[in-house]
């Protein structure tokens, strides 16, 4: 019997905790938590916890590539050669046909680096298209283009290490007591050792994380950037802000401040929901603030003015200089594993690899000739809700999805599940048959997963580790590189002679060289020998680099970091109106992730949540005569859910909260979340609403 231990990181969220995997040949694998790992000091929350069960339980998998012949075929087992030949032969065609832009990658911040490398290469610099998007964009692309527009480039400033050097956390639109527990954990250990320690939660649920809160501003949602602003008031009317180096460090501020000194702070009160006098509590906490970090996720990234509320609560880190110096920063926090690894390859439909910007001709150019080809095009792709319209619109005709599942993910899911159904080809390559995005495949191709297969990811405080191959996967399920691989060469293109995962990130690191995010001198033996490093690592024996702008220089053309003035100060989502008078906001629950293909097969973590339930507010269930536990249909303009209600003061009157892990059912799609929320997205980030859908919610009454 042999037994052997191998040390990676969690494949779930984007804290990016380590573990130690034993994997015995009698028993399979086990898991516990890395006590050297920096990030999660052996800790791990329950679904880092549980990860053996899924690697163990292989009766979901695809275990070979199906195929069927045309919609009215029944999908059969075909080898890998036939597969891919055929995935080739249609994709050719299709893009001969209606040219490049008739087809899409749709793809997943699950993916390793150099998957995401490898996918991006294969799309912009040899398919000729830019549609190439991810599942990234439903959760942070608001925050890319807030730290764009703020520091110059994509980069989040501070680590975790910060954590324990702060003395104020404002966490905004969040709730990492359940998304991002261990990161959570560190606060909570932190100010349990402090008792001094600040925490102000603004959320318009009172969750586990606004529990620990000092202050919990329950918002009103959408009005994020009203409230940073009345902050942001206080802030300068009181004389609580850095000038030195708002003076020597920033652009813009003259604007910035004369528009924050002309709102009104009775009018921000009215709209927030929030009193004038905690909002001055908040302002006089953040001017205490010796080390001063805020956080903030999906509640301000998936919004209509998405970016607006990045930008006002980055405002608020200039405005007080609580940036470049320990315990200090803004810190967005990614939902998956390695949705910061796909910004550094550019695995976006608008983006380059390597921070370079897709709209500027020498970065293509420089790109082009990195990857040997001609021109890659300038024309921005289609982003993740635009791709799917697309399809539905017959504009374009093939999509390769790869580790996600937009039938449940994406907002509208009848508009999704029309769109796949209008596709002429649909590749799906993945693990699980657990999918509900699967049964729309044309070809259906087996994925190697978490622990099967090796490469790179980077976590939320651009911390790259090395995930090794421990197993080997079931039936003929392939690595995603080497798939990819293998595709690129049916179409006989140059240019995908590898060997090795580690060749592919060989010649990805080699395009870092010289740039913001070098790690071209960081390699596959220093990262299984000495652990994990922080980008950048700009020479050979370098630690990695905890804290970006010490030195106070940003990215940007002045070197100075940009007070951003809104687009939109007040929200541009479609209002609550008399037919639909309630704001759904959607979210996650402690024990599920994303659409529960993985976590939802774990017995164990369905027992803290074992089904969806819509959360309402006592006043909003006594006005629709509505008890604990009633069965109740939730409506908007889009569809319908039916779930059971859950009567709880924690959530602000007017609003209600669905989780939005559901999506796989026994009988129906009816506790499917995504069948409520609209197609409104940010106008720059194109990152979907998903907090803010107006729904009307009744008993439900048999026929
Ligand atoms: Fe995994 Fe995130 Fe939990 Fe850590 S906090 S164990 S990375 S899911």
Sequence with gaps: MQNTEIKTTCSYCGVGCGIIVNNDSKNGVSVTGDINHPVNKGMLCSKGMNLHYV????????????????????????SWDSALERAAAVFASIIKKHGPDSVGFYVSGQCLTEEYYLINKLVKGFLKTNNVDTNSRLCMSSAVVGYKKTFGEDAVPISYEDIELADTFLISG?????????????????????????IIVIDPRRTDSAALADL???????????????????????????????????????????????SSLEKASKLCGITISDMKLAADIIAKANGFISLWAMGLNQSAIGVDKNTALLNLSLLTGHIGKPGSGPFSLTGQPNAMGGREVGGMANLLAVHKELNNPVHRQEVADFWGVETISGKPGLTATEMFDALESGKMKAIWIIC??????????????????????????????????????????PAAGWLEKDGTMTNSERRISYLPKGINPPGEALSDVEILIRFAKKMNFNGFNFNTTEDVYKEYTQMTRGTNI????????????????????????????????????????SQKAIFNIPTAIENTSEQPN???????????????WHTMTKTGKVSRLMTHTPSPMLEINPI????????????????????????????????????????????????????????????????????????????????????
Aim: aromatic share 10%; with cysteine.
């Design 55 to 78: 690697v163990n339980d292989t009766s979901d998998r695809i275990l070979y590539p199906e195929m069927r012949w045309s919609k009215s075929h029944p999908m059969e087992r075909v």
């Design 174 to 198: 969040a709730n990492p007591a359940f998304c991002h527990p261990i990161l959570f954990r560190r606060i909570e250990m932190h100010k349990e050792k402090n008792p001094k320690t600040k």
């Design 216 to 262: 919990h501003l329950q918002i009103i949602p959408g009005t994020d950037v009203v409230l940073c602003h009345a902050i942001a008031k206080i802030l300068i009317e009181k004389g609580y802000t850095d000038s030195d180096f708002i003076k020597n460090h920033t652009e813009n501020y003259q604007l910035y401040k004369d528009l924050v000194l002309s």
């Design 404 to 445: 996600t599942n937009p039938m449940v993910s994406l907002p509208d899911s009848r508009r999704v599940e029309k769109a796949l159904q209008n596709a002429k080809f649909v590749v799906v390559q993945d693990i699980s048959h657990n999918s509900d995005t699967a049964k729309f495949a044309d070809l259906l191709l």
């Design 518 to 557: 070098d790690i071209s001198y960081l390699n596959y033996n220093r990262l299984k020998n000495e652990g994990t490093f922080q980008w950048p690592v700009p020479d050979y024996g370098h630690p990695g680099t905890p804290r970006l702008f010490a030195d106070k220089k940003f990215f940007t053309p």
């Design 578 to 592: 008399d037919q639909f008078p309630l704001i759904l906001t959607t979210g996650r629950i402690r024990d599920q």
């Design 620 to 703: 909003d269930a006594f006005k629709a005569a509505i008890k604990e536990g009633d069965i109740v249909v939730v409506t908007s303009k889009n569809g319908n859910v039916r779930v059971k209600a859950k009567i709880s003061d924690a959530i602000k009157e007017g609003v209600v909260f669905l989780p939005m892990h559901w999506g796989k059912q026994l009988e129906n799609d009816l506790n499917r979340t995504n069948n409520l929320t609209n197609t409104v997205v940010d106008p720059i980030s194109k990152e979907p609403d998903f907090k803010f859908t107006a729904v009307s919610v009744g008993k439900f009454v048999k026929p």
